[in-house]
């Protein structure tokens, strides 16, 4: 049985998802604040997360940052198509705004676990003992897990899959634009240099050198 954690704090829309989702046959874990919430996913995890934003005490853009593995589906009033594209960004897998229809809803769940009950294989890549979840945006390296933007994971995705050669920056931008439109000539160089600290954090090895005047690839020695 799928188990999907509603993180809300108006009771009424938590209890009509709740409800509903039962009756569809998944399990339903809940919490009605984001500091309760992370005390909920440090005994559990679940297959997905409803994630409203505007909760008490820690935020559900603050919160999103602290999710490592579990798909997450925001739902929320707010409507800011600005908001909206930094969450996904930060992580979150889609975005249904308040108020919505139930049908829609169970749809975006139902291709969120049909997506991720594909072959695995087609989702995680290997180098060395770096482990990356292209589904999740998601890298594990000595079983932590560290959670990427989708620019920084597309960015390590092009470069596992050549890691042998050397990528040029122009080839990077043309290889990921059309999943990480918010990457420029200008920003590429934060991403990349903001992808090697998140590496390096967790065993203090370099995963990816810089090839001076042409670009980048991963390190083999």
């Known amino acids: 049985m799928k188990k999907i954690m509603i993180i809300d704090d108006d009771m009424h829309i938590g209890n009509m998802l709740e409800d509903t989702l039962k009756t569809e046959g998944y399990g339903i874990l809940r919490a009605y604040s984001g500091t309760e919430a992370l005390m909920v996913l440090e005994r559990e995890k ?35 198509i600005d908001n909206k594209v930094a969450l996904l960004l930060d992580g979150a897998c889609d975005y249904i705004t308040k108020p919505f229809e139930m049908k829609e ?4 769940i139902a291709v969120q676990f049909r ?52 990528i040029t920056k122009t080839a990077i931008l043309d290889c990921i634009a059309m999943d990480t439109p918010d990457c420029t000539e200008s920003s590429l160089k934060q991403h990349i240099s ?27 020695d």
Not at 151 to 166: F, G, H, Q
């Open 194 to 220: 903001n992808l090697r600290k998140k590496l390096k954090q967790v065993t203090d090895e370099e995963y990816i050198e810089a090839i001076w005047g042409i670009g980048f690839k991963m390190k083999n």
């Open 115 to 166: 997506i991720n009950s594909q072959s695995d294989s087609s989702y995680i890549m290997y180098f060395k003992d770096l482990k990356l979840n292209t589904d999740i945006n998601v890298a594990t390296v000595n079983n932590k897990d560290v959670k990427l933007t989708r620019t920084e994971s597309a960015i390590l995705k092009l470069l596992m899959k050549n890691p042998e050669r050397v």
């Open 46 to 80: 679940p297959d997905l997360i409803l994630l409203d934003l505007m909760l008490p005490g820690l935020s559900g853009e603050e919160l999103l940052k602290k999710i490592n593995g579990i798909p997450v589906i925001i739902v929320s009033a707010k409507i800011d």
């Open 105 to 108: 809803l169970l749809a975006r």
